[in-house]
């Protein structure tokens, strides 16, 4: 599985952007699809996720902001943020899971820099 993310930038505080992230390649029994974010010397962290079933969940910074969703047909995840704040400033990356048989696998598209200058 491929994943190729687009979308991140600079913007103001208090402005907005859309990632988004194509998935390609073996995709069959794709589940999970998220999107991480990193801080400078810090470890990857969830902000958003969605399942094959729709289920979603949010970090607490970002709910109420953030809004995952997932075009199935198009193997598309979206992230739009919304009244971005300097805090969100990092480098964010697609997430995708897939479970064959008893094996599940991780797959992380390139990062994308997201700057929110204050």
């Known amino acids: 599985v491929q994943l190729q993310a687009s979308g991140g930038g600079l913007v103001q505080a208090g402005g907005s952007l859309?990632?988004?992230c194509a998935a390609?390649?073996?995709?069959?029994?794709?589940n999970t699809m998220a999107w991480y974010r990193q801080f400078p010397g810090k470890q990857r962290e969830l902000v958003a996720a969605t399942t094959s079933g729709g289920r979603t969940n949010y970090a607490d910074s970002v709910k109420g902001r953030f809004t995952i969703s997932r075009d199935n047909a198009k193997n598309m995840v979206y992230l739009q943020m919304n009244s971005l704040k300097a805090e969100d400033t990092a480098v964010y990356y697609c997430y995708t899971d897939k479970r064959v048989l008893s094996n599940v696998y991780?797959?992380?598209?390139?990062?994308?820099?997201v700057t929110v200058s204050s």
């Open 24 to 30: 390609s390649g073996s995709i069959f029994n794709i």
């Open 106 to 113: 991780n797959y992380w598209g390139q990062g994308t820099q």
């Open 18 to 20: 859309r990632l988004s």
